[in-house]
Protein backbone atom coordinates (compact mmCIF):
# COMPACT_ATOMS: atom_id res chain seq x y z
CA UNK A 1 0.00 0.00 0.00
CA UNK A 2 1.64 3.61 -0.76
CA UNK A 3 -0.38 6.77 1.44
CA UNK A 4 -0.04 9.96 -0.63
CA UNK A 5 -0.77 12.66 1.98
CA UNK A 6 -1.21 16.26 1.81
CA UNK A 7 -2.40 18.25 4.80
CA UNK A 8 -2.82 21.61 5.09
CA UNK A 9 -5.44 22.22 8.01
CA UNK A 10 -5.64 24.54 11.21
CA UNK A 11 -7.59 24.89 14.57
CA UNK A 12 -6.06 27.81 16.08
CA UNK A 13 -9.39 28.16 18.53
CA UNK A 14 -9.12 24.60 19.39
CA UNK A 15 -12.29 22.39 19.29
CA UNK A 16 -14.78 22.07 21.08
CA UNK A 17 -14.80 18.36 21.94
CA UNK A 18 -17.60 16.41 23.69
CA UNK A 19 -15.48 14.88 25.87
CA UNK A 20 -14.22 17.52 27.73
CA UNK A 21 -15.75 20.60 29.96
CA UNK A 22 -13.07 22.79 28.67
CA UNK A 23 -14.12 24.40 25.56
CA UNK A 24 -11.61 25.40 22.59
CA UNK A 25 -9.10 22.53 23.66
CA UNK A 26 -6.38 21.03 21.80
CA UNK A 27 -5.86 23.79 18.99
CA UNK A 28 -3.61 22.81 16.41
CA UNK A 29 -2.07 23.69 12.76
CA UNK A 30 -0.96 21.09 10.26
CA UNK A 31 0.63 21.93 7.04
CA UNK A 32 2.61 18.88 5.63
CA UNK A 33 2.88 16.90 2.60
CA UNK A 34 4.56 13.25 2.53
CA UNK A 35 3.99 9.86 1.05
CA UNK A 36 3.93 6.43 3.34
CA UNK A 37 4.41 2.70 2.44
CA UNK A 38 3.05 0.07 4.10
CA UNK A 39 4.49 -3.70 2.76
CA UNK A 40 3.72 -7.40 3.53
CA UNK A 41 3.76 -10.84 2.34
CA UNK A 42 2.26 -13.85 3.99
CA UNK A 43 2.30 -17.38 3.13
CA UNK A 44 -0.31 -20.53 4.14
CA UNK A 45 0.22 -24.32 3.70
CA UNK A 46 -2.78 -27.18 3.79
CA UNK A 47 -1.65 -30.52 4.47
CA UNK A 48 -4.10 -33.76 6.04
CA UNK A 49 -2.06 -34.98 9.27
CA UNK A 50 -4.36 -38.22 9.36
CA UNK A 51 -7.31 -39.66 7.39
CA UNK A 52 -9.26 -37.17 9.62
CA UNK A 53 -7.42 -34.46 10.62
CA UNK A 54 -6.67 -31.47 8.92
CA UNK A 55 -4.06 -28.27 9.45
CA UNK A 56 -3.53 -25.10 7.47
CA UNK A 57 -0.84 -22.85 8.86
CA UNK A 58 1.19 -19.60 8.30
CA UNK A 59 1.77 -16.02 8.82
CA UNK A 60 2.26 -12.61 7.80
CA UNK A 61 4.76 -10.03 8.17
CA UNK A 62 3.69 -6.38 7.71
CA UNK A 63 6.48 -3.43 7.68
CA UNK A 64 4.61 -0.25 8.39
CA UNK A 65 6.76 2.90 7.35
CA UNK A 66 5.15 5.67 8.82
CA UNK A 67 5.59 4.04 12.39
CA UNK A 68 8.70 2.15 11.49
CA UNK A 69 7.02 -0.40 13.34
CA UNK A 70 7.59 -4.30 11.63
CA UNK A 71 5.17 -7.23 12.96
CA UNK A 72 4.88 -11.26 12.36
CA UNK A 73 1.61 -12.72 12.65
CA UNK A 74 1.56 -16.10 12.88
CA UNK A 75 -1.77 -18.07 12.41
CA UNK A 76 -2.86 -21.80 12.22
CA UNK A 77 -5.76 -23.69 12.03
CA UNK A 78 -7.31 -27.41 12.87
CA UNK A 79 -9.94 -29.49 11.78
CA UNK A 80 -10.47 -33.20 12.76
CA UNK A 81 -13.54 -34.62 11.40
CA UNK A 82 -15.40 -36.63 14.18
CA UNK A 83 -17.88 -38.41 12.03
CA UNK A 84 -18.80 -38.26 8.59
CA UNK A 85 -21.39 -35.50 9.30
CA UNK A 86 -20.09 -33.78 12.13
CA UNK A 87 -16.27 -32.16 12.50
CA UNK A 88 -14.39 -30.03 15.15
CA UNK A 89 -12.07 -27.39 14.11
CA UNK A 90 -9.61 -24.82 15.92
CA UNK A 91 -7.66 -21.67 15.26
CA UNK A 92 -5.53 -19.03 16.38
CA UNK A 93 -4.35 -16.04 15.16
CA UNK A 94 -2.87 -12.92 15.29
CA UNK A 95 -3.90 -9.56 13.63
CA UNK A 96 -2.12 -6.10 13.53
CA UNK A 97 -3.87 -2.83 12.64
CA UNK A 98 -2.42 0.78 12.08
CA UNK A 99 -4.07 3.23 13.61
CA UNK A 100 -5.80 5.55 11.45
CA UNK A 101 -5.53 8.70 13.25
CA UNK A 102 -1.10 8.06 13.07
CA UNK A 103 -1.30 10.33 9.85
CA UNK A 104 -3.57 12.63 11.78
CA UNK A 105 -0.03 14.07 13.21
CA UNK A 106 -2.09 17.09 14.50
CA UNK A 107 -0.10 16.09 18.13
CA UNK A 108 3.30 15.17 18.19
CA UNK A 109 2.67 12.11 20.25
CA UNK A 110 0.46 10.45 18.34
CA UNK A 111 3.13 9.71 15.69
CA UNK A 112 4.06 7.59 17.94
CA UNK A 113 1.20 5.51 18.06
CA UNK A 114 2.20 1.36 16.97
CA UNK A 115 0.12 -0.93 15.37
CA UNK A 116 -2.62 -2.54 17.91
CA UNK A 117 -2.90 -5.98 18.04
CA UNK A 118 -5.68 -8.79 18.51
CA UNK A 119 -5.20 -12.32 19.29
CA UNK A 120 -8.08 -14.45 18.29
CA UNK A 121 -8.99 -17.98 19.75
CA UNK A 122 -11.96 -19.54 17.90
CA UNK A 123 -13.35 -23.55 18.22
CA UNK A 124 -16.08 -25.12 17.15
CA UNK A 125 -18.41 -27.95 15.70
CA UNK A 126 -19.89 -28.38 12.32
CA UNK A 127 -22.83 -30.39 11.65
CA UNK A 128 -24.00 -31.53 8.38
CA UNK A 129 -27.18 -32.81 8.78
CA UNK A 130 -28.13 -33.32 4.54
CA UNK A 131 -26.39 -31.90 1.77
CA UNK A 132 -28.30 -28.69 2.01
CA UNK A 133 -28.48 -28.10 5.39
CA UNK A 134 -25.86 -27.55 7.98
CA UNK A 135 -25.47 -26.65 11.52
CA UNK A 136 -22.50 -24.52 13.66
CA UNK A 137 -21.85 -23.54 17.04
CA UNK A 138 -18.65 -22.13 17.74
CA UNK A 139 -16.76 -20.62 20.30
CA UNK A 140 -14.57 -17.39 20.26
CA UNK A 141 -12.43 -15.29 22.32
CA UNK A 142 -10.33 -11.91 21.43
CA UNK A 143 -7.61 -10.34 23.07
CA UNK A 144 -6.93 -6.66 22.01
CA UNK A 145 -3.24 -4.87 23.07
CA UNK A 146 -1.61 -1.37 22.16
CA UNK A 147 -5.20 0.21 21.47
CA UNK A 148 -5.43 3.87 20.80
CA UNK A 149 -6.95 5.49 23.96
CA UNK A 150 -6.70 9.60 24.83
CA UNK A 151 -3.98 10.29 26.94
CA UNK A 152 -5.93 13.47 27.95
CA UNK A 153 -8.83 11.70 29.08
CA UNK A 154 -8.05 8.16 31.03
CA UNK A 155 -11.68 6.72 30.56
CA UNK A 156 -11.45 7.13 26.90
CA UNK A 157 -10.62 4.38 24.56
CA UNK A 158 -11.10 4.98 20.62
CA UNK A 159 -13.07 1.16 20.82
CA UNK A 160 -15.73 3.21 22.91
CA UNK A 161 -16.12 6.65 20.65
CA UNK A 162 -17.88 3.69 17.79
CA UNK A 163 -18.95 5.27 14.57
CA UNK A 164 -18.35 8.73 14.80
CA UNK A 165 -18.25 10.72 11.59
CA UNK A 166 -17.47 13.74 13.48
CA UNK A 167 -13.52 13.54 12.94
CA UNK A 168 -12.90 16.98 15.20
CA UNK A 169 -14.36 15.10 18.37
CA UNK A 170 -11.70 12.75 18.38
CA UNK A 171 -8.77 15.04 17.36
CA UNK A 172 -6.59 14.57 20.49
CA UNK A 173 -3.40 13.19 22.13
CA UNK A 174 -3.06 9.46 22.01
CA UNK A 175 -1.43 6.61 23.10
CA UNK A 176 -1.04 2.93 22.09
CA UNK A 177 -1.87 1.89 26.33
CA UNK A 178 -5.35 0.64 25.32
CA UNK A 179 -6.66 -3.36 26.19
CA UNK A 180 -9.57 -5.02 26.06
CA UNK A 181 -11.65 -8.19 25.26
CA UNK A 182 -14.26 -9.65 23.31
CA UNK A 183 -15.79 -13.33 23.84
CA UNK A 184 -19.08 -15.11 22.39
CA UNK A 185 -20.57 -18.33 21.82
CA UNK A 186 -22.60 -18.04 17.95
CA UNK A 187 -24.69 -20.48 16.49
CA UNK A 188 -25.40 -20.77 12.73
CA UNK A 189 -27.33 -22.77 9.99
CA UNK A 190 -27.10 -22.49 6.73
CA UNK A 191 -30.25 -23.72 3.96
CA UNK A 192 -28.95 -23.84 0.97
CA UNK A 193 -31.13 -23.70 -2.48
CA UNK A 194 -33.11 -26.71 -2.41
CA UNK A 195 -36.42 -27.20 -4.29
CA UNK A 196 -38.21 -24.41 -2.98
CA UNK A 197 -36.51 -23.29 0.27
CA UNK A 198 -33.47 -21.38 1.16
CA UNK A 199 -32.12 -19.76 4.15
CA UNK A 200 -29.26 -18.41 7.10
CA UNK A 201 -30.45 -17.81 10.55
CA UNK A 202 -27.40 -16.51 13.48
CA UNK A 203 -27.78 -15.90 17.09
CA UNK A 204 -25.08 -14.83 18.82
CA UNK A 205 -24.53 -13.97 22.19
CA UNK A 206 -21.14 -11.73 23.23
CA UNK A 207 -19.47 -9.71 25.59
CA UNK A 208 -17.21 -6.94 24.66
CA UNK A 209 -14.68 -4.87 26.75
CA UNK A 210 -12.20 -2.39 26.20
CA UNK A 211 -10.31 -0.39 28.94
CA UNK A 212 -8.71 3.45 28.39
CA UNK A 213 -6.00 4.80 30.12
CA UNK A 214 -6.79 4.26 33.66
CA UNK A 215 -7.17 0.43 32.60
CA UNK A 216 -10.83 -0.05 33.77
CA UNK A 217 -12.89 -2.56 31.48
CA UNK A 218 -16.20 -0.91 29.97
CA UNK A 219 -18.83 -2.00 27.74
CA UNK A 220 -17.70 -0.85 23.67
CA UNK A 221 -20.25 0.70 21.56
CA UNK A 222 -20.36 -2.53 19.45
CA UNK A 223 -21.19 -4.84 22.54
CA UNK A 224 -24.32 -6.14 21.94
CA UNK A 225 -25.07 -8.86 24.29
CA UNK A 226 -27.44 -11.08 21.87
CA UNK A 227 -27.16 -10.64 18.12
CA UNK A 228 -30.08 -12.78 15.84
CA UNK A 229 -30.17 -12.39 11.78
CA UNK A 230 -32.25 -14.40 9.58
CA UNK A 231 -32.62 -14.02 5.93
CA UNK A 232 -34.51 -16.49 3.85
CA UNK A 233 -36.92 -17.25 1.14
CA UNK A 234 -39.30 -19.37 -1.08
CA UNK A 235 -39.52 -19.96 -4.72
CA UNK A 236 -43.13 -20.55 -5.41
CA UNK A 237 -42.15 -21.44 -9.43
CA UNK A 238 -40.09 -20.19 -11.92
CA UNK A 239 -41.80 -16.80 -11.87
CA UNK A 240 -42.28 -15.84 -7.91
CA UNK A 241 -40.02 -15.49 -5.34
CA UNK A 242 -40.84 -14.38 -1.91
CA UNK A 243 -37.78 -13.28 0.84
CA UNK A 244 -37.64 -12.38 4.55
CA UNK A 245 -35.33 -10.85 6.32
CA UNK A 246 -35.06 -9.99 10.21
CA UNK A 247 -32.67 -8.61 12.84
CA UNK A 248 -32.61 -8.01 16.66
CA UNK A 249 -29.78 -6.44 18.35
CA UNK A 250 -29.81 -6.12 22.02
CA UNK A 251 -29.32 -2.29 23.65
CA UNK A 252 -26.43 -0.99 22.23
CA UNK A 253 -24.23 0.94 24.84
CA UNK A 254 -23.69 4.87 24.82
CA UNK A 255 -22.51 7.12 27.10
CA UNK A 256 -25.19 10.19 28.40
CA UNK A 257 -24.66 13.74 28.38
CA UNK A 258 -23.56 15.58 31.35
CA UNK A 259 -26.92 17.42 31.18
CA UNK A 260 -25.88 20.04 33.53
CA UNK A 261 -22.45 20.71 32.34
CA UNK A 262 -24.05 20.77 28.73
CA UNK A 263 -26.82 22.97 29.44
CA UNK A 264 -24.62 25.81 30.69
CA UNK A 265 -22.36 25.56 27.75
CA UNK A 266 -24.77 24.92 25.08
CA UNK A 267 -23.16 22.13 23.79
CA UNK A 268 -22.95 18.12 24.38
CA UNK A 269 -20.50 16.95 26.65
CA UNK A 270 -20.65 13.72 27.84
CA UNK A 271 -20.76 12.43 31.39
CA UNK A 272 -17.11 10.35 31.42
CA UNK A 273 -18.03 9.14 34.45
CA UNK A 274 -20.28 6.57 32.78
CA UNK A 275 -18.47 5.42 29.50
CA UNK A 276 -21.00 3.54 28.00
CA UNK A 277 -22.75 3.04 31.11
CA UNK A 278 -26.69 3.36 29.47
CA UNK A 279 -27.81 1.26 26.22
CA UNK A 280 -30.25 1.96 23.70
CA UNK A 281 -33.89 -0.04 23.41
CA UNK A 282 -33.53 -3.39 21.38
CA UNK A 283 -33.10 -2.90 17.79
CA UNK A 284 -35.91 -4.88 15.92
CA UNK A 285 -36.55 -4.69 12.32
CA UNK A 286 -38.23 -7.22 9.61
CA UNK A 287 -38.25 -6.49 5.70
CA UNK A 288 -40.22 -8.43 3.30
CA UNK A 289 -39.95 -8.72 -0.99
CA UNK A 290 -41.58 -10.47 -3.57
CA UNK A 291 -39.86 -11.07 -7.02
CA UNK A 292 -41.81 -11.43 -10.31
CA UNK A 293 -39.49 -12.46 -13.23
CA UNK A 294 -40.50 -11.26 -16.88
CA UNK A 295 -39.35 -12.36 -20.08
CA UNK A 296 -38.16 -9.14 -22.11
CA UNK A 297 -36.54 -9.94 -26.07
CA UNK A 298 -35.20 -13.06 -24.12
CA UNK A 299 -33.65 -11.76 -21.22
CA UNK A 300 -34.65 -11.79 -18.09
CA UNK A 301 -36.65 -8.96 -16.51
CA UNK A 302 -36.96 -8.98 -12.82
CA UNK A 303 -39.86 -6.56 -10.86
CA UNK A 304 -39.88 -6.56 -7.00
CA UNK A 305 -41.89 -4.98 -4.26
CA UNK A 306 -40.91 -4.90 -0.73
CA UNK A 307 -41.73 -2.99 2.43
CA UNK A 308 -38.22 -2.01 4.90
CA UNK A 309 -38.85 -2.31 9.05
CA UNK A 310 -42.47 -3.58 7.91
CA UNK A 311 -43.49 -3.59 11.41
CA UNK A 312 -42.74 0.18 11.67
CA UNK A 313 -40.73 0.17 14.46
CA UNK A 314 -39.04 3.41 15.14
CA UNK A 315 -35.42 2.35 16.10
CA UNK A 316 -33.29 4.78 18.39
CA UNK A 317 -30.17 5.56 16.28
CA UNK A 318 -27.95 7.42 18.90
CA UNK A 319 -28.25 10.58 21.47
CA UNK A 320 -27.29 13.73 20.51
CA UNK A 321 -27.41 16.87 21.85
CA UNK A 322 -30.21 19.49 19.87
CA UNK A 323 -28.21 23.37 20.40
CA UNK A 324 -31.74 25.24 19.40
CA UNK A 325 -33.70 23.69 22.09
CA UNK A 326 -30.68 23.12 24.60
CA UNK A 327 -31.78 19.60 25.95
CA UNK A 328 -30.63 15.89 24.67
CA UNK A 329 -32.64 13.98 22.03
CA UNK A 330 -32.59 10.37 20.59
CA UNK A 331 -32.56 10.09 16.67
CA UNK A 332 -35.21 7.90 15.40
CA UNK A 333 -34.64 5.83 12.32
CA UNK A 334 -36.99 5.33 9.26
CA UNK A 335 -40.06 3.55 9.90
CA UNK A 336 -42.03 1.11 7.05
CA UNK A 337 -40.12 1.96 3.82
CA UNK A 338 -41.46 0.91 0.77
CA UNK A 339 -39.33 -0.64 -2.15
CA UNK A 340 -40.30 -0.81 -5.90
CA UNK A 341 -37.79 -1.80 -8.60
CA UNK A 342 -36.56 -3.91 -11.31
CA UNK A 343 -33.33 -5.32 -12.58
CA UNK A 344 -32.95 -6.20 -16.66
CA UNK A 345 -30.23 -8.44 -17.95
CA UNK A 346 -29.17 -7.99 -20.81
Known amino acids: KLFHVNYDTASPLGN ?21 QQRGAYFQTTRNLTPR ?11 YQYVQRTRVSPRAGLTFRLT ?24 SQNRNLTPFRADHWVTGVTFTVNPTLRVTLEAYYKQYRDYPVSSQFPQLSLANVGDTFAVRDTLFPMT ?14 EKKFSQRWFGQAKLAFMRSRQAGLDGILR ?54 NRVNAE ?27 GVQNVTNRRNLGGIGWNRSTNQQEFGEQLGAFPLVGLDWRF
Not at 53 to 63: A, F, K, Q, V
Not at 178 to 183: A, M, P, S, T
Open 84 to 107: ERLSWHGTYGIYYQQPFFVFLNAY
Open 219 to 272: PSTYDYPVIFNAVGGYRWNAKWEFSLRSSYLGGRPYTPFDVTASTQQRRAIFDL
Open 53 to 63: LNLTWGGRLDN
Open 16 to 36: NIPFSLIPDLNPFFLQRTFMA
Open 176 to 189: SAGRGNVRGVELFA
Open 279 to 305: RLPAYVRVDVRADRTFMVRGKPLLVFA
